[in-house]
């Protein structure tokens, strides 16, 4: 092979490692959670690492704080001071640890020939995928099919016009939260049965409809990888680097 081109393979083979290695700093410094009250103190949402929230609870004062016709808006107002919290949290974390210099680092290794700039990160060297059993077929049959893959991904992809939306319910339906991924939507309470709960039983509603919301979100998000799964992306994928580290099947 080329040795100029095996070159520019290695530049590009850097230049990826570095640019992982700012993802993957970035992702570790990223606030994992956040919690947030209401303006009046009657809901306290706590998120999880996902973006959802991991616990809804009413205080124990909650109907003197709040109107039962207006609890579900409370819950929203609640989670929206949990997610500003948190994008706080992310642009303090930005500004310690000076992601920009560094992504402008990455960006000018990107744009110049040569050993690319050091990026100040820590060397991160993931092991790659055991390719000594891959048998590859000809360059030809890999490619088209991985063409007929990467249409049919894009076929998937038109077909979602939005992500998929996830209801759970409480107990005869009085309190109904439906989330999609990364965000609570709506969260609707009967203001008639919420009107003679106190929060142990308001909470255990919280907890049932969060619950059943989360369970259906991750069946939803299942269905939609095993949609994907008959592509066998990561078998085409292996038969390509098994041809690329085999310089003589580049000419088959």
Request: aromatic fraction near 4%; include cysteine.
């Amino acid at each position: 092979m080329d040795q100029e081109f095996l070159a520019g393979l290695q530049q590009f083979q850097q230049q990826a490692q570095n640019l992982q290695n700012l993802m993957t700093d970035m992702q570790n410094r990223m606030p994992q959670g956040g919690e947030g009250t209401d303006a009046q103190g009657a809901v306290t949402v706590r998120l999880a690492a996902d973006g959802i929230p991991e616990s809804i609870k009413a205080a124990s004062d909650w109907q003197r704080r709040q109107g039962p016709e207006v609890i579900g808006a409370a819950v929203l107002d609640a989670y929206g001071t949990a997610m500003s919290a948190r994008m706080e949290g992310v642009a303090r974390a930005f500004d310690q640890a000076d992601w920009q210099a560094t992504a402008e680092q990455v960006d000018r290794s990107l744009a110049q020939p040569g050993p690319p700039p050091a990026t100040g990160l820590p060397p991160a060297t993931p092991p790659g995928p055991d390719l000594r059993y891959v048998v590859p077929r000809s360059l030809d049959e890999v490619t088209e099919d991985a063409l007929s893959a990467l249409d049919a991904v894009q076929q998937m992809a038109t077909t979602v016009a939005e992500p998929p939306r996830a209801v759970g319910r409480s107990t005869a339906h009085r309190v109904v939260i439906t989330v999609t991924k990364g965000a609570l939507l709506s969260c609707e309470v009967d203001p008639q049965w919420a009107a003679k709960q106190t929060s142990i039983g308001l909470n255990q509603a919280f907890e049932e409809a969060l619950a059943g919301a989360r369970s259906q979100l991750g069946e939803l998000e299942a269905a939609a990888e095993d949609g994907a799964g008959h592509l066998q992306l990561d078998s085409l994928l292996h038969e390509a680097l098994a041809i690329l580290s085999d310089p003589r099947r580049l000419a088959e």
